[in-house]
């Protein structure tokens, strides 16, 4: 599956941004999803999973209450809803997608197969 996520952009401290990530090649609803996020200095972390099927979701701490994750299978997509956006959230967001036969969600790096390009986001104070 090809990934390509697109959205990003600069916002003041408090806005929102919605993030898409578009898949293309194969059956997007075998593949867990997630976001992760990679800001200057610092090493990619998790932000946000869902399962297959969209019925559970997992979040970093960092980001509870502000940013919501969903996905649209039939339109082969998945969101990310950030909300009351912090300068911290500044980072370069990516997708990740894995074939998964069960409904877990996968929090992990090392667990996803294909990743998108990154989309910077920009908060300003």
């Known amino acids: 599956v090809q990934l390509q996520a697109f959205g990003g952009g600069s916002v003041q401290a408090g806005g929102s941004l919605r993030l898409s990530c578009a898949a293309s090649g194969s059956a997007f609803s075998n593949y867990a999803a997630g976001w992760f996020r990679q800001g200057p200095g610092k090493e990619r972390e998790f932000v946000a999973a869902i399962s297959r099927a969209g019925t559970r979701r997992s979040y970093a701490d960092s980001v509870k209450g502000r940013f919501t994750v969903s996905r649209d299978n039939a339109a082969t997509r998945v969101f990310l809803q950030m909300n009351s956006l912090e300068p911290e959230d500044t980072a370069v967001y990516y997708c990740?997608?894995?074939?998964?036969?069960?409904?877990?969600?996968?929090?992990?790096?090392?667990?996803?197969?294909?990743w998108g390009q990154g989309t910077q986001v920009t908060v300003s104070s």
């Open positions: 990740a997608a894995h074939q998964t036969v069960t409904g877990a969600v996968l929090v992990s790096d090392d667990q996803y197969q294909y």
